[in-house]
């Protein structure tokens, strides 16, 4: 288990809640799943850099990659038929792109 991939995930989920919420007042109610499940991701990466444990950091990544999953499903309706405020939604669909990629290089 490598612990410096927790932490930048860690850094991403902080900054993917700030940057997602401008995106989460743009569309409403609708993105609340994705923070859920980010505040969840968050949770639970933070725990499992604290505790140390394999099963904690298997989850953690779990959710991460599962918040990412989220980010694409719950904006693709907008970004599919309200194309011209896609650029707004560009830098936390960026965040959340890393995260599948990190999730897997700290299980690793």
């Given at each position: 288990m490598e612990l410096t991939y927790q932490?930048?995930?860690?850094t991403i989920l902080f900054s993917g809640i700030t940057s997602?919420?401008?995106t989460f007042r743009m569309s409403g109610?609708?993105?609340a799943p994705h923070f859920g499940a980010m505040?969840?991701?968050l949770i639970v990466t933070l725990?499992?850099?604290v505790t140390g444990n394999i099963l904690v950091v298997y989850a953690a990544a779990a959710l991460q990659a599962i918040a990412a999953l989220?980010?694409?499903t719950q904006t693709w309706a907008v970004l599919k038929y309200n194309?011209?405020?896609s650029p707004a939604y560009a830098p936390?669909?960026?965040?959340?792109?890393?995260l599948p990629v990190l999730a897997i290089a700290s299980v690793l």
């Open positions: 932490v930048i995930t860690l997602g919420f401008i109610m609708r993105l505040i969840l991701a725990a499992g850099i989220t980010a694409f194309f011209q405020t936390h669909l960026a965040l959340m792109g890393m």
